[in-house]
């Protein structure tokens, strides 16, 4: 065992050759969790506003806890009564994709605002007050 725990240290430990830089050894895959008051409301939003696909829903549909996707964005939407947090979620795009929301902003009625995080960005605030902020520039 104690070997093992040696073996994983040295991975982790691993330089890359030149670059003084820490080779990454595996991905940490994340998802970020949306607190909603209404699971069904907010899958409506991501799904007819934004886009997305409904990807599971716990409870064969019935329940408080399901995941959208697009592309490569994943998102949980979780309805917690108890909880009325906020959060930011910053959505990287290339010059189509920006191309394309833009289109389907306008395509489909999004709300949306010109703001600023760090540079210019498109928000586009969910019925639960979650925000996503999408660059401005192509």
């Known amino acids: ?26 991905r940490w895959y994340t998802r970020p969790v949306l607190f ?8 409506r939003f991501y799904i007819d506003m934004l886009g997305f696909e409904k990807r599971w829903h716990e ?12 592309a490569e964005c994943e998102i949980i939407l979780c309805e917690d009564a108890t909880r009325r947090d906020k959060a930011r979620l910053f959505v990287e795009l290339t010059g189509d994709g920006l191309s394309a ?3 389907e902003i306008v395509e489909r009625s ?11 960005v498109i928000k586009i605030v969910d019925p639960d007050g979650n925000e996503l902020l999408f660059p401005a520039a192509e």
């Open 36 to 43: 909603v008051a209404d699971v069904n409301r907010a899958l």
């Open 110 to 120: 999004v709300p949306s605002e010109k703001s600023w995080w760090g540079y210019d």
């Open 59 to 70: 409870g064969d549909g019935a329940g408080k806890v399901c995941q959208v996707n697009r």
């Open 101 to 103: 929301l833009r289109r």
């Open 1 to 26: 065992m104690l070997v093992g725990l040696l073996l994983v240290g040295r991975i982790r430990n691993r330089r890359d050759q030149g670059s003084g830089q820490r080779a990454i050894t595996h």
